[in-house]
T-cell receptor, first 110, second 117 residues
Framework: GENVEQHPSTLSVQEGDSAVIKCTYSDSASNYFPWYKQELGKGPQLIIDIRSNVGEKKDQRIAVTLNKTAKHFSLHITETQPEDSAVYFCAASNRTPLVFGKGTRLSVIA | KAGVTQTPRYLIKTRGQQVTLSCSPISGHRSVSWYQQTPGQGLQFLFEYFSETQRNKGNFPGRFSGRQFSNSRSEMNVSTLELGDSALYLC????????????????FGPGTRLTVL
């Protein structure tokens, strides 16, 4: 089955700097790669996703890139703000349930 | 559009008891998936229901079961609770229509925090 590895597990950045979180997956049939943000006491919130027919997708300060050959995808957050502090999860799937990475705790220091 | 709702938000039970959790998906969504979230194991898939039928199932023991009603609302039940069942149980809804671009897009509820003593 699918296996998703996520790095780093924790990440601290200064406000205004960029943050990058990376994930690798094992199943070459996976074609959908969402990113979720989870704040304390809340469920995961879908923030951006990418499908295998696209290499990059951007939404304001967040962007996701996908390299299907290498089987990895990354989340980029620019101009980080304190409200970006949360746990971020990547996931992968192919018409199957989402398989999640273990999460990255991002702390943005003001 | 209202989001995914889950009830109750918090539950405390003792070992050996059973528990039922409820999830109401986004209006128009026909697929409901359940996940267990723990600090050690992360987010793990329990099962998915689509049009009242279980469509996918994860690697959890038979003590974990679920069902879906004709209005797409779903319940999950855990019988003979164990200490290790303490977790945040998350429900996610999606259109679930095979072949559609939105097939995989899942939206999560706030979860039910279950504590087993």
């Amino acid at each position: 089955g699918e296996n998703v590895e996520q790095h780093p597990s924790t990440l601290s950045v200064q406000e205004g700097d960029s943050a990058v979180i990376k994930c690798t997956y094992s199943d070459s049939a996976s074609n959908y790669f969402p990113w979720y943000k989870q704040e304390l006491g809340k469920g995961p919130q879908l923030i951006i996703d990418i499908r295998s027919n696209v290499g990059e997708k951007k939404d304001q300060r967040i962007a996701v890139t996908l390299n299907k050959t290498a089987k990895h995808f990354s989340l980029h957050i620019t101009e980080t703000q304190p409200e970006d502090s949360a746990v971020y999860f990547c996931a992968a799937s192919n018409r199957t349930p989402l398989v999640f990475g273990k999460g990255t705790r991002l702390s943005v220091i003001a | 559009k209202a989001g995914v709702t889950q009830t109750p938000r918090y539950l405390i039970k003792t070992r050996g008891q059973q528990v039922t959790l409820s999830c109401s998906p986004i209006s128009g969504h026909r697929s409901v998936s359940w996940y267990q979230q723990t600090p050690g194991q992360g987010l793990q898939f329990l099962f998915e229901y689509f049009s009242e039928t279980q469509r996918n199932k994860g690697n959890f023991p038979g003590r974990f079961s679920g069902r879906q009603f004709s209005n797409s609302r779903s319940e999950m039940n855990v019988s003979t609770l164990e200490l290790g069942d303490s977790a945040l149980y998350l429900c996610a809804s999606s259109h679930g229509l095979a072949g559609g671009l939105a097939y995989n897009e899942q939206f999560f509820g706030p979860g039910t925090r279950l504590t087993v003593l």
